[in-house]
């Protein structure tokens, strides 16, 4: 291995640390630290090339996940403000800026490119701002994510435009063979999108492998970037299109979750690597030129987003602090300003001052924010404006992703996943399902149940579930890793949320709670305790005085069914101390014990529990009726592949 490059990541990632935990302390922006970071170690690494290669793969994830996050609902929710507002807000900074360029006498197609490079804001920044002050169901959150995701789009756009800015010429003989290559294109996005990804997703999905799912996925990102780049399309466009290719899919979620981290990582890098680029000594002897500027540009950017929000008869208030939120330089521009190079577009000093005065505004965004106040009381001396008192608020269009709050979220739909949803929809209870089965997914959803298909340790599945404002998470999967790690990823979101695990066995307990459930309950001795019931009842014991024994029972933490005698043991199953475990399932549809296919999996079953009778000495042709519970014995891993594939061939 190349221990030179070695040695340059160790020292980027221990200075980003550094700085990042400075940073934290401070409550400042991360993104400021990474420049500063990169910065910093300008002045001492001479050799950028690999940086800056592996930066890349930052901005195709960013755009795949801008691909990803995309769809048409959300977009039609938000179109007035989207379209008109974005639209607005674009051409009359790229204007402006355009002008004050042209007037400095820069080229004409300089100074539109220039314009194009500000009139982007930084999603990460506005939208991080957003839900840290709970902005999101106000009219301010509504009207800066529709420009957000108008800028997004145009973003692209500007990526296209930038080489006939740069002075290439079309090919007029070459437009035959380009033409048929993009509507080539066009067909496969069409028919990738439509059944071809949907339906892979579905068979990777199936097969619950985590490592074959995301390698499947970052193929999608990586292979559809790579194939678009082949006919002449921009990789970012091409991760753009392969985000846009799942969007629409039930997997979409999931496959943020998997994507984010990657993302993360390599765009974490990318804002280092423009740290790297910045010119210390030219950034020192022009400081001041360089703010007049970052300060120019916070100036024009608040005042075409001020006209925008005044055109669409949005309060004085609210349009302030928009206007506020969005007068930053984004980090698309960033792309774009690379692009720019290679075009001629913009000269290296003028690429550098461009870099120094986007951290600026970047920087300042955090603290205009705070004196919003004031900038009002400032507008309110003006006798033409009328402020309103209040930021408006508007109803929410999206039942799932917005009205959704004190409800339960269940993480699991087998048979206690559908008991716990019936008795919610009785009880008249809102709650939303996750499933990491795409069948059950796919059945529920057509159904018309509020389930999606994901892992309930996904950060981005529980967001999208409305984590932080739900009351209470129910957790009933059968994977014991993947239930503690949804524990602890509900309770980091969520400090206040009422955890609720069922697990299947009794050693389980202790680490489950430890890891920050509220309430354990294990199938395994539950079952005990129903058969002791049973066996109670039919010596006819009295009913309070059963219902007593079972109570502290559970208050002791099951402590009696955990003291097994030496005796016992040998007539006993106990999970701890042999190979063999004993399990429950209970029958939906009426049929022969044969036809659930104990015999394949090595399983014995040890008796039935129907009603009050609990039944013994069962031949293989033994006529199962609904709700019966079959208790059967066998090794955990044969319990556990029976258990899949039954509930995934819908068996019982």
């Known amino acids: 291995m190349d221990l030179y490059l070695l040695e340059n990541i160790s020292i980027i990632l221990i200075t980003a640390v550094a700085i990042l935990l400075i940073f934290n302390k401070l409550k400042l922006p991360s993104m400021i630290g990474l420049f500063l970071t990169g910065i910093i170690l300008g002045q001492f690494i001479t050799s950028t090339e690999i940086i800056t290669s592996m930066s890349e793969l930052g901005v195709i994830f960013l755009l795949f996940i801008i691909g990803l996050e995309f769809s048409i609902e959300k977009f039609s929710a938000i179109k007035q403000y989207a379209v008109l507002g974005g639209l607005m807000q674009v051409v009359l900074t790229t204007i402006l800026i355009t002008i004050i360029m042209y007037i ?52 692209i756009i500007v990526l296209l435009l930038t080489p006939l800015l740069g002075g290439q010429s079309l090919d007029m003989s070459t437009l035959p063979i380009t033409l048929a290559k993009l509507v080539g294109l066009t067909i496969i996005i069409i028919l990738g999108a439509k ?10 999905a199936r097969t619950k492998n985590r490592d074959l799912y995301m390698l499947f996925i970052l193929f999608i990102c990586l292979g559809t970037t790579y194939a678009t780049s082949l006919v002449g399309i921009s990789p970012e466009l091409g991760a ?27 765009m974490s890098i990318f804002l280092i690597s423009i740290g790297l680029m910045i010119n ?74 461009f870099l120094s005065m986007s951290i600026i505004t970047m920087s300042a965004t955090p603290f205009l924010q705070r004196i919003t106040p ?107 890793e993947s239930t503690l790690e949804t524990v602890d990823t509900a309770r ?10 069922r697990t299947r066995y009794l050693k389980h307990v202790d680490e489950v709670y430890e890891a920050g459930a ?42 009696v ?40 999996y090595n399983l014995t079953v040890t008796s039935i529990i129907r009603n009050d009778k609990t039944i013994t000495g069962i031949h293989p042709k033994f006529e199962l009726e609904i709700d019966d519970l079959v208790l059967f014995t066998g090794k955990p891993e044969n319990i556990e592949e029976f258990l899949k594939e039954t509930f995934i061939n819908q068996e019982i």
């Open 492 to 501: 980091r979101l969520n400090p206040n949320i009422h955890i609720i695990v």
């Open 374 to 480: 004031e900038i009002v009381n400032l507008f309110k001396k003006i006798p033409y404006f009328q402020i309103d008192d209040e930021l408006k608020t508007i109803q929410p269009t999206e039942v799932l992703d917005e009205e959704l709050e004190d409800h339960v979220i269940l993480v699991g739909f087998g048979v206690n996943g559908k008991n716990l949803s019936q008795a919610c929809e009785h009880y008249h209870i809102p709650y939303v399902i996750v499933d990491v089965d795409p069948l059950i997914v796919e059945k529920e959803k057509a159904l018309g149940l509020p389930i999606i298909y994901g892992s309930g340790g996904s950060e981005s599945v529980l967001k999208e579930l409305k984590v932080t404002s739900a009351k209470c998470i129910v957790i009933a999967t059968s994977d014991y």
């Open 561 to 600: 069914f955990r003291c097994i005698s030496p005796e016992e043991i040998k007539t006993s199953l106990s999970e701890r101390l042999t190979d063999l475990n004993i399990d429950s399932i209970y029958v939906t549809k009426q049929k022969q014990l044969n036809e659930l296919k104990f015999r394949d």
């Open 104 to 155: 400095a006498h820069f080229p004409l197609n300089s100074s539109i490119f220039m314009g194009f490079l500000v009139c982007f804001s930084s999603t990460a920044i506005v939208m991080k701002l957003i839900q840290k002050k709970r902005l999101t169901h106000s009219l301010q959150g509504r009207v800066t994510l529709g420009i957000l995701i108008f800028q997004d789009i145009a973003v």
């Open 240 to 266: 753009f299109i392969a985000g846009l290719l799942i969007s629409n899919t039930e997997y979409s979620h999931q496959t943020l979750g998997y994507i984010q981290p990657f993302q993360d990582v390599f």
């Open 280 to 353: 210390v000594s030219y950034f020192i002897n022009n400081i001041l030129l360089i703010i007049a500027l970052a300060v120019l540009v916070l100036i024009v950017k608040f005042l075409a987003t001020f006209i925008t929000g005044h055109v669409l008869k949005i309060p004085v208030k609210t349009t302030i602090a928009i206007a506020i939120l969005l007068s930053q330089i984004g980090e698309f521009s960033f792309v774009l300003a690379t692009e720019g190079m290679k075009y001629g577009l913009i000269s290296e000093g003028l690429f550098t001052a």
């Open 195 to 204: 059944w071809i990804v949907p339906k892979a997703l579905h068979e990777a």
């Open 518 to 559: 509220d309430e354990v309950i294990p199938e395994e001795f539950e079952t005990s305790i129903v058969m002791f019931s049973r066996v109670m009842d039919y010596y006819n014991k009295d009913s309070e005085e059963i219902n007593d024994t079972l109570e502290s029972l559970r208050a002791d933490s099951y402590n």
